[in-house]
């Protein structure tokens, strides 16, 4: 551990640009099991954020990964549930938007 510490050290003191002595990959979290059932709406009221995990690179699975506050969890892109949120959203977005642009001049 201390070797590995100490390379690292020295690759940053003699790199003009300490960005690109970093020759380490990033930290990667890919899905290994998928969510198939029905979401709850108690959930689905929690997601913060959503993104698509595609099945190409370190990840094997493709999955709608819902990031909520304390977890993540990794839906089936099929999710009949999360099909039906999915045009929810859009619908309420779609009804925002009007609003935003009204109060321009």
């Not at 020295?10 to 640009?17: A, I, K, T, W």
């Not at 979401?39 to 995990?53: A, G």
Request: hydrophobic share 40%; aromatic share 4%.
């Amino acid at each position: 551990m201390k070797r590995i510490l100490f390379t690292i050290s020295l690759m940053l003191l003699l790199s003009p640009d300490p960005g690109e002595a970093l020759l380490l990959p990033p930290s990667i979290s890919c899905c290994t099991q998928l969510y198939r059932k029905s979401l709850s709406n108690k959930l689905l009221k929690k997601v913060i954020r959503v993104e698509l995990q595609e099945a190409d690179g370190d990840c094997h699975l493709q999955a709608i990964v819902l990031h909520l506050a304390q977890r993540s969890v990794c839906v089936h892109p099929q999710n009949q549930s999360l099909a039906q949120w999915f045009k929810y959203q859009q619908k309420k977005l779609q009804r925002t938007l009007p609003n935003l642009n009204s109060g321009r001049k």
